[in-house]
């Protein structure tokens, strides 16, 4: 089993930051794929940014060019960079890693972008 651990949430105005981190712990192999995902009330949960242990990323088009996720294997942690926050961004925050013996969710962090 892997457990995810994430921070860094919280409430900030438009046009400010934040950076969230999710730390893996527990049997781990090899985290090929780590990733962010988002669910709005009312809303599906929808892919955010993700990176693969090469280093390639992939970004949903809404947030291209304001987020970046970057990843320390190392320590077996993902950021999530976030810029020029708006209030669309307001959302619980889901870390996601999957490796050959599973695919792991966090229990999500709110993110609340105040207009």
């Known amino acids: 089993q892997v457990q995810l651990v994430e921070s860094g949430g919280g409430l900030v105005q438009a046009g400010g930051s934040l950076r969230l981190s999710c730390v893996a712990s527990?049997?781990?192999?090899?985290?090929?794929?780590m990733g962010w995902y988002r669910q709005a009330p009312g809303k599906q949960r929808e892919l955010v940014a993700a990176?693969?242990?090469?280093?390639?990323?992939n970004y949903a088009d809404s947030v291209k060019g304001r987020f970046t996720i970057s990843r320390d294997n190392a320590k077996n942690t993902v950021y999530l960079q976030m810029n020029s926050l708006k209030s669309e961004d307001t959302a619980v925050y889901y870390c996601?890693?999957?490796?050959?013996?599973?695919?792991?969710w966090g229990q999500g962090t709110q993110v609340t972008v105040s207009s």
């Open positions: 996601r890693v999957v490796q050959v013996r599973g695919d792991y």
């Open positions: 990176i693969t242990s090469g280093g390639s990323t």
């Open positions: 527990g049997s781990i192999l090899s985290l090929y794929y």
